[in-house]
């Protein structure tokens, strides 16, 4: 199992190595190079000529190391970027750690809040449409959730913020209270956008959930739990259930990385000061030290739970720890997961892949 | 006289044979001997006959939103940008079928005109995929183990992000509009395709006819264009159908955030943020576009399904 752990570790750490030089590498696709464009924003404010503006270019070329051979100034980034130094934004002149810093509670409070919903609603749910899958109300439910899987989630944000917020004005539309002024005013501003942010997962987990579960419910050993007259219940959770999480586990990554994309949308709407409108402010503001540390940020925040998943799978499932399978042989990786991008939106397909997750639940 | 006519009429070269028969009897493809292959108009009606009913209702809604992208200038609407300040937020009415917005836009004309912009940015960015995606998989497939482990690292490295916070990234140092949103996303797509045609190629490359045309002598290159790329095209272009619907989807919402089309330009994500700040006064402009968007994207991803059920077939 060591072996197993210390691979899946090399893998993440190579993986990230590659993010890095993807985000590193982005900032030579501004017209001129990065000190062009410092310079065009400082031009803004005084009125520099042409020589004046050459000679800035060269200036902050020499002091923000741009001369150097790519490889040196690749690694002097890396090495900041190990030290906790992601540059100052170009705006607001503060670290953009600290920025991160300041707003980083909302998100995660959305992230952690979304994926509980989801997982809380979604797990009984998908048991209960996959038990259900012969009657009309596991097939009700299933339809629907389908439903909310092609809806762009955007859209759904949007209504629920006009008829709850400002039709009904059951809870704010706009405006958050952060934990620290206490758990009741928290909660009241931040219930809505939790779970409309939870919509799409909750419908991905039924989903999914449901797949695996009825592939359990048709096998061998589910009959032969049947054959031993257990009672229902113990079938259901002890023989079933435990084997159909495997994928959920799986899920969970995609779904923290799907959250990452609709905390984006959903805190824009919502106008919550975190991470998302960090984001897009600083795209407004072509600010891109700042949006390089947050894309940086998703990046690492993905890898971390994709390894956690594998290692999570790697220590409940048997065949791994003992062993005889490596992580990617038992079957539990839908061969969707990877495949399919722009899962920070409705991921339409994902689920309507049959052949792909057939392939792959073994 | 008999040579004037000859002039107007094909020389006559059948031989007494009858052309039209002849004709169909080159055309026909090996295992039909009697000729009567499906061509054009009864292949397509065997194909519409043999997808599902949510396929075609699909493919039809696609077809009718796709030529009034096309036909937009000339269909007879409104000005999508004339304002009308005395009709402000106005509800359906036959004028304005949708109503209007909050300058009194016509919603209708501006929902057709969006239709434009809409699948102009899933073409674009459809492009941008296939032709990144496209030899990154061949190669990944087709090279060494080396360059293949390399080229799928960086595939996961690509994927592991959120797509749609990478491409504000890519936005934030190409600047907002629609092209370079769709360019982005279009990047952020193409390890996914990368990865699908990889993994079709690799059982393809030991089939028995690659293995045979390499003996015969035929070139690498050849080998894969002209007999590992078409076969592997399959699922590459159901995928390309599923990606469509989500380019729709993220098109719109980069759009919604203000990074995509630039108003005063008719666009269904912009519009429907702009329709949002007045739900109280007018609810329906909120309703409208996001319907269109769900129906424009369900429609290519149930024209992707179909599409699917033909390439299982053949």
């Known amino acids: 199992m060591l072996t197993t752990i210390a691979k899946r570790l090399l893998t993440s750490v190579i993986t990230l190595l590659v993010c890095s030089v993807l985000i590193f590498g982005y900032r030579y696709l501004i017209p001129g190079g990065p000190a062009a464009d410092i310079t065009n924003l400082a031009e803004l404010g005084t009125s520099m000529t042409k020589a004046q503006a050459a000679r800035q270019v060269q200036a902050l070329s020499v002091r923000f190391g741009l001369k150097k051979p790519i490889y040196v100034q690749y690694w002097n980034w890396l090495d900041g970027v190990f030290h906790g130094h992601l540059g100052t934004s170009f705006f607001s002149q503060a670290p953009v750690t600290t920025v991160i810093g300041q707003r980083m509670a909302p998100s995660f409070e959305l992230i952690i809040g979304a994926l509980l919903v989801s997982l809380l609603v979604g797990v009984p749910l998908g048991m209960y449409t996959a038990i259900r899958r012969d009657r009309a109300i596991g097939r009700t439910l299933l339809a629907i959730s389908g439903l909310q899987i092609s809806v762009p989630d955007f859209w759904l944000a949007t209504i629920n913020a006009a008829v709850f917020g400002l039709a009904l004005h059951w809870f704010p539309a706009v405006g958050y209270q952060p934990l620290s002024a206490g758990l009741g005013p928290n909660l009241h501003t931040m219930i809505l956008p939790i779970l409309t942010l939870s919509i799409v997962p909750t419908a991905f987990v039924i989903r999914h959930l449901n797949n695996s579960m009825t592939q359990v419910l048709r096998s061998p050993y589910v009959r032969t739990c049947w054959a031993m007259g257990l009672p229902s219940r113990q079938v259901y959770f002890n023989c079933a259930l435990r084997n159909a999480v495997g994928p959920i586990i799986t899920l969970i990554p995609l779904l923290v990385a799907s959250l990452l994309g609709g905390t984006v949308l959903v805190e824009y709407?919502?106008?919550?000061?975190?991470?998302?409108?960090?984001?897009?402010?600083?795209?407004?503001?072509?600010?891109?030290?700042?949006?390089?540390?947050?894309?940086?940020?998703?990046?690492?925040?993905?890898?971390?739970?994709?390894?956690?998943?594998?290692?999570?799978?790697?220590?409940?499932?048997?065949?791994?720890?003992?062993?005889?399978?490596?992580?990617?042989?038992?079957?539990?990786?839908?061969?969707?997961?990877?495949?399919?991008?722009?899962?920070?939106?409705?991921?339409?397909?994902?689920?309507?892949?049959?052949?792909?997750?057939?392939?792959?639940?073994? | 006289m008999s040579g004037m006519a000859a002039v107007g009429d094909a020389p006559d070269t059948s031989g007494?044979?009858?052309?039209?028969?002849?004709?169909?009897?080159?055309?026909?493809?090996?295992?039909?001997?009697?000729?009567?292959?499906?061509?054009?108009?009864?292949?397509?009606?065997?194909?519409?006959?043999?997808?599902?009913?949510?396929?075609?209702?699909?493919l039809v809604i696609t077809i009718v939103f796709v030529l009034a992208a096309i036909l937009a200038p000339v269909l007879p609407l409104q000005d999508p940008l004339a304002q009308r300040l005395n009709a402000t937020n106005g509800g359906p009415s036959l004028h304005h079928f949708f109503g209007t917005d909050y300058l009194g836009r016509d919603v209708f004309s501006r929902i057709v005109y969006g239709t434009r912009s809409s699948y102009e940015g899933v073409v674009v960015g459809l492009a941008v995929t296939m032709i990144i995606g496209i030899p990154w998989g061949l190669v990944a497939g087709f090279g060494g183990t080396v360059l293949d482990e390399v080229l799928m690292r960086a595939a996961d490295g690509l994927l592991s992000f959120p797509a749609i916070v990478l491409a504000l990234g890519f936005i934030s140092v190409l600047g907002p509009s629609l092209y370079h949103a769709m360019i982005a996303i279009g990047v952020v797509a193409a390890p996914a395709v990368a990865r699908l045609l990889r993994s079709t190629v690799l059982p393809i490359r030991r089939a028995e006819y690659v293995l045979v045309s390499g003996a015969l002598g035929a070139s690498r290159l050849r080998i894969v264009l002209r007999h590992v790329l078409p076969n592997a095209m399959g699922p590459v272009l159901v995928q390309g159908f599923s990606l469509g619907s989500i380019f729709l989807i993220v098109g719109a919402a980069l759009s919604f955030l203000g990074f995509g089309v630039q108003p005063p330009a008719p666009s269904w994500g912009a519009d429907l943020v702009n329709a949002y700040q007045y739900f109280v006064v007018n609810p329906f402009g909120t309703v409208v576009p996001g319907l269109i968007i769900t129906i424009a994207a369900w429609s290519i991803s149930a024209v992707g399904d179909g599409v699917r059920e033909l390439v299982l077939l053949n």
């Open chain 2, 16 to 58: 007494g044979l009858d052309i039209p028969d002849a004709r169909r009897h080159r055309r026909a493809r090996p295992g039909s001997p009697d000729g009567s292959e499906e061509t054009g108009w009864r292949r397509w009606r065997s194909a519409w006959s043999s997808i599902s009913v949510a396929s075609r209702i699909g």
């Open chain 1, 269 to 362: 709407i919502f106008n919550i000061p975190g991470l998302g409108t960090a984001i897009v402010t600083a795209v407004e503001n072509q600010d891109y030290p700042m949006t390089q540390g947050l894309v940086l940020l998703a990046g690492v925040i993905v890898a971390v739970f994709n390894l956690l998943a594998d290692l999570t799978i790697s220590v409940i499932d048997p065949r791994v720890r003992k062993g005889s399978a490596r992580i990617s042989d038992v079957g539990w990786r839908f061969g969707a997961r990877r495949a399919q991008p722009a899962i920070g939106l409705a991921a339409v397909a994902e689920v309507r892949e049959p052949a792909a997750v057939r392939e792959d639940v073994v």
